[in-house]
């Protein structure tokens, strides 16, 4: 025997080398042109070898990671339409398709989010593309459309947004003098969103002013700005010997000065080179030779081997179709929100670009798309925003971490970023996740965690970034909406809590000298009141100076009166007897029966305020114990605390050092309806915690109680002025926010509801005619048994079990080939006729029959 073969069950198997291959693709495609240990040329020629060596069969795995990286990270359209030119002519077309029909459905629904990542991916593809002037069609009619008054004014400023930018990725021989000119049109004047009302240096401008300001820069420049960063690859390494995949053509290759651009004409070749592939697929040697990467040829004429590809499936729809739709919600509405202008934090260092420069709107429009649609994963949504420099011109930012002292005229990537995100965190209007009517509000917490992680990924750049921006928000507090400020108590409290709640608190000792109403002192209390929310008050106070520790205090604890020593004996002993049951019993039965004390409880709100307090005793171990015993006593609280006004300031008066603790335990009595939501924000305001965090939470989520009780905000002292005004505006937004938000939620569910109700008739008559195919394929099979017994006797004969019966049937077998032959013989010699009139014997019928007798012979031998 041989020796057994030591085998490592524990060793991984090896991966299929075409799924290795298509993940690093996909892999390769996310990442084009981010830093890595390599020069970002070598990893796009690895990039394009395996895409000129995968299967056509992964194309459609390759094209949704190229759909996804277009949509979430729009500042990589330049680099993926590069590497898409360069690859192979099949993955080009099926590109090209892609972005086609992605931009139809954009330019049918609306989408507007859509319509501009993939419009721009086509313009960048424009070299391939055979009319092209439909692209310039498209482009001029969206400029049309935003000069159009008729239309809502926020489409109107999108449009012309989204054909500013798409200009830059057109070659300029395609924008004609007439395009250029169409950009002079009047924009409709809007609103400035902006947190920083009375600070003018720091409001940003309206957008249509920051718009035209960029459309102008773009006609000074006649369309030659040096924005985007520079290809990928470039004609020093090309020369070098350096294989590229087949029909791969540089950028030089396509101007219209050297050679005509290669035009996308009809043909059936890409149809069969593809079944081909698909059905040699099984032999993967075979593919790897027909797609194996060549030298690239000198001339750029096409070869007569290459692919053509057919621009009857690239023709874009006409421009006459297009359709305005509202961006958030549906076309019912007539409106479109108008999108944040940002935010001007770093003004005084002019570390970022003006905001009426055409960088800033390039570098505003792709940052925020990227933080809104990769929402789903912060950590990589970070990382995106600190290598957004590779993406743009090199002479656009300074190194990472440069000082303010050696920026030269640039800007920090740093400052960039982090605008980009309190632009929308600082936003008085929601933020969504895109522009379609089905996208939900991204919530504050989101920026808070992207700030984190920034901080995370590189402290020693953001931190001071951060402290800057903090600063400059606590020194002109007095300048900006309540709004603002309560926006930035709870990201700072949040950031801090990550950090061990450190920070150079001895900066503000000054402003705890100032009324309790100042704007900076409500904030350094709000902000200390979310620490302790975060975290527990001993954690916090260790990290203090002693000045700030007076606004940190311990809950107090229960007080055991009868345990203490001036509690007489008599008192505790009365607590601590034990009685029978029987005499409990006894005493409350008395009590029952007894009409004065009946009446006096009836009549007394003592029991009320006494059974609210002691619901509050029990459920303060928890807020599931608290939920607990409201519940189980719930018919209790309905029959005896039934003033709204006693209940709120019971709970608050327990809860009185955690009111956000009471504030919880209050919603819990509105869920079984102990409490109205009007009679709570009326308390609220009319008590302490109205110029507080606390109180404009309360506020916030009952926008339509608060609007009802402006005229009752009053907040007296020598801020009052200057709260009353900010606090009624906050609230006069909210309520048209919510109100806006409910009519649309109500259209939304009107059109799911009609969608549901037709996609449910299309199952009935989809089953209903599944029904009549079965009853006919089933009258069909009952109908053709009936005819197959006539046929059955014909098959009997075949059992024959005896020996007798099969000689017979060989002399049977025997006869009936001569009685055959004889017939053919008769039927020979009747048609034939000789010269003389004699009839001749014909020789292939003794030859049949000398064959038919030997072979009677030897069956009769056998």
């Not at 390039?362 to 929402?375: E, G, Q």
């Not at 990537?413 to 309190?422: M, P, R």
């Not at 029966?593 to 002691?614: F, H, M, N, Q, Y």
Request: proline share 6%; net charge negative; with cysteine.
């Amino acid at each position: 025997m041989g020796k057994r073969k030591n085998t490592n069950y524990n060793q991984p198997r090896r991966e299929n080398p075409i799924v290795a291959r298509t993940g690093r693709v996909r892999r390769g495609l996310a990442q084009v042109g981010e830093p890595s240990h390599l020069p970002r040329q070598v990893v796009a020629r690895g990039l394009l070898q395996d895409l000129s060596e995968s299967l056509p069969e992964q194309f459609s795995q390759i094209l949704q990671t190229l759909k996804a990286v277009i949509y979430e990270q729009p500042h990589k359209i330049q680099f993926l339409a590069e590497i898409c030119l360069r690859s192979r002519d099949e993955f080009l077309f099926l590109a090209l398709e892609m972005a086609h029909h992605e931009t139809c459905a954009a330019l049918l629904a609306g989408d507007y989010g859509k319509l501009k990542c993939f419009f721009r991916f086509l313009c960048a593809l424009s070299p391939r593309i055979a009319n092209t002037d439909v692209l310039v069609g498209t482009l001029s009619k969206m400029l049309e459309l935003s000069a159009d008054e008729q239309q809502p004014t926020g489409a109107r400023l999108i449009l012309y947004k989204i054909a500013l930018i798409s200009s830059i990725y057109l070659p300029n021989e395609l924008l004609t003098d007439e395009i250029k000119q169409e950009f002079n049109c009047e924009l409709p004047k809007c609103d400035v969103d902006a947190g920083f009302t009375d600070l003018d240096s720091n409001v940003p401008k309206s957008l249509d002013v920051q718009l035209k300001s960029a459309a102008k820069e773009l006609i000074d420049c006649d369309w030659n700005c040096k924005l985007l960063s520079d290809a990928l690859l470039t004609d020093d390494l090309d020369k070098k010997g350096s294989k590229q995949p087949q029909s791969s053509t540089n950028k030089e290759e396509t101007k219209p000065e050297e050679e005509p651009k290669e035009e996308l004409k009809e043909s059936e070749e890409p149809k069969e080179s593809e079944t081909k592939e698909s059905t040699d697929s099984a032999e993967p040697q075979e593919s790897a030779e027909s797609v194996e990467p060549k030298e690239p040829s000198e001339s750029s004429e096409p070869k007569e081997d290459q692919m053509d590809l057919d621009a009857d499936t690239l023709l874009l729809p006409p421009p006459d179709n297009f359709n305005i739709r509202s961006i958030h919600f549906p076309e019912e509405l007539n409106q479109v929100a108008i999108e944040s202008t940002g935010v001007k934090l770093f003004t005084e260092n002019k570390t970022t670009p003006p905001d009426d420069s055409l960088a800033h709107v390039v570098l505003t429009d792709v940052l925020t798309d990227n933080i809104k649609r990769m929402d789903f994963n912060r950590r990589e949504v970070t990382r995106q925003l600190m290598v957004i420099d590779m993406f743009f011109n090199d002479d656009l930012f300074a190194p990472p971490g440069a000082p303010l002292d050696a920026l030269e005229n640039k800007y920090k990537i740093e400052d960039v970023a982090l605008e980009a995100v309190f632009g929308l965190l600082l936003s008085l209007e929601p933020v969504t996740s895109g522009t379609s009517g089905d996208d939900y509000y991204l919530p504050k917490v989101y920026f808070h965690s992207l700030l984190i992680e920034a901080c995370v990924l590189a402290p020693q750049d953001i931190a001071p970034v951060l402290g800057r921006t903090l600063r400059f928000i606590f020194n002109n507090l007095e300048k900006c909406c309540a709004e603002t400020a309560f926006v930035v108590i709870d990201w700072f409290a949040h950031h801090v809590s990550n950090f061990a709640f450190t920070w150079k608190w001895n900066e503000w000792t000054s402003a705890l000298e100032l009324d309790d109403l100042h704007p900076k002192k409500v904030f350094i209390k709000g902000l200390l009141e979310k620490q302790v929310r975060l975290s527990y008050p001993q954690r916090v106070r260790d990290v203090l100076p002693q000045e700030f520790k007076q606004f940190v205090t311990d809950p107090p604890e229960p007080s055991l009166a009868y345990l203490s020593e001036p509690a007489s004996e008599s008192d505790s002993a009365g607590t601590k007897a034990v009685y029978d049951p029987e005499t409990v019993n006894g005493f409350l039965e008395s009590l029952k029966d007894d009409k004065d004390v009946s009446a006096t409880l009836d009549s007394c709100e003592t029991p009320g305020r006494l059974l609210i307090a002691s619901l509050c005793q029990l459920g303060s171990r928890s807020l599931t114990h608290s939920a607990s015993y409201i519940t189980r006593f719930e018919k209790l609280v309905l029959k005896y605390a039934t003033n709204d006004t006693e209940i709120c300031e019971t709970v608050l008066e327990f809860w009185n050092h955690t009111p956000w603790v009471g504030g919880l335990i209050v919603q819990q009595f509105i869920d079984i309806r102990a409490v109205k939501p009007q009679t709570y924000v009326d308390f609220i305001i009319s008590s302490r915690h109205m110029p507080s965090s606390y109180g404009f939470e309360v506020l916030c989520k009952y926008p339509g109680e608060a609007f009802a009780s402006l005229e009752k905000i009053n907040v007296s002292g020598e801020f009052g002025e200057w709260w009353n005004s900010r606090l009624k505006a906050s609230i006069i937004r909210k309520n048209s926010q919510y109100i806006q938000q409910k009519e649309n939620e109500e259209i939304l569910k009107k059109k799911r509801d009609l969608e549901l109700e037709e996609s449910e008739r299309k199952r009935e008559e989809e089953a209903a005619a599944r029904k009549l195919e079965e009853e006919e394929a089933s009258k069909n099979t009952t109908e053709e048994p009936k005819e197959e017994p006539k046929e059955e006797p014909k098959e009997e004969p075949k059992e024959e079990p005896k020996e007798e019966p099969k000689e017979e049937s060989k002399d049977q077998s025997m006869e009936k080939p001569s009685e055959e032959i004889t017939e053919e013989s008769k039927q020979n010699v009747a048609t034939s006729n000789s010269a003389d009139g004699t009839v001749e014997e014909n020789p292939d019928t003794e030859m049949k029959d000398a064959d038919h007798s030997s072979s009677a012979d030897k069956a009769d031998e056998n």
